[in-house]
DNA sequence: ATGGCTGCTTTGAGCAGA
């Protein structure tokens, strides 16, 4: 199976980036966030012509996440739309099963600054998903969680880390929270393998961040235990970065045998 | 040091993102 994870930034304007880049990239399931449109407006038809089965929850402007399943898999499970037990509007995350592997698909809080209520809000949702990674991880041994993660998790991750020293994405108390998922024996697709140095996944649109190389690897891919296993690859596809209208993330992509 | 771009919104200045 191949899984791969990507922030579109409005699924609107960059649906023709994603199916340009699924036909390119057939992978099996593809997570997305920040669709920002509302389940009316899904394109369901569009995907499904370009061969995909869609599950979905979107709300107006903000948020919205998606599982894009290649057609002729086994049709999904257990779909789980919201953080059980975390009460909240916010669209952000989804969780199904496919052939005995849980997908978890998040668009985790930006937190917006240190000491606001936001960055109060993202340490709650990160709390409530570790209790309930907790849980899930005893049904099911062969879990992945890929999203957008809005947290770097180490100093390798961040283009200037003494810049973003204490900032939001990189503070500490986020990172603690990152490395209590860890700690439930997820493991970091990214980092079972060699990578090139400066690898991240999100550039600011502003400052030619892209081109000078000022990013951030706040996309994750995390595996189960039995699933990191059987992770033969995991990389991060910058091209559709390089295109008119990017969004400011790119996808990441991780192998499973 | 600051803000720098983009997408969205009962369309147009202000918000949120990261």
Not at 18 to 32: F, G, T
Not at 93 to 101: C, E, I, P, S
Not at 138 to 165: C, F, M, S, T
Not at 203 to 211: E, G, H, I, N, S
């Amino acid at each position: 199976m191949i899984l791969a994870t990507w922030n579109v930034n409005s699924l609107k304007v960059r649906l023709p980036h994603v199916l340009d880049w699924l036909s390119q990239h057939p992978v099996d399931v593809m997570c997305l966030q920040e669709t920002k449109l509302i389940d009316d407006r899904f394109p369901e038809n569009e995907l499904r012509d370009a061969g995909y089965h869609s599950v979905f929850v979107g709300q107006k402007t903000y948020n919205g996440v998606a599982i894009l399943v290649r057609a002729g898999l086994s049709k999904p499970e257990d779909v789980q739309i919201n953080l059980p037990g975390f009460d909240d509007e916010s669209r952000r995350f989804l969780a199904l099963t496919l052939d005995g592997v849980r997908i978890v698909c998040v668009y985790v809080p930006n937190g917006q600054a240190v000491g606001t209520d936001k960055y109060a809000y993202k340490l709650r949702w990160l709390a409530a998903c570790h209790e309930w990674l907790k849980a899930e991880l005893r049904r099911h041994e062969q879990l992945v969680i890929a999203g957008d993660y809005n947290i770097a998790p180490e100093e390798r991750d961040v283009h200037d880390p003494k810049l973003w020293e204490g900032q939001v994405m990189f503070s500490e108390p986020e990172r603690a929270a990152l490395r209590r998922l860890f700690d439930l024996g997820l493991k970091d697709a990214f980092r079972l393998f060699e990578q090139p140095e400066r690898s991240y996944t999100w550039w600011d649109y502003r400052m030619l961040a892209f081109r000078r190389k000022m990013g951030l690897r706040i996309d994750h891919i995390l595996l189960s235990t039995a699933l990191a296993g059987k992770c033969t690859a995991c990389l991060i596809d910058i091209e559709p970065r390089k295109r008119e209208q990017p969004s400011d993330h790119a996808p990441v992509l991780a192998t499973l045998s």
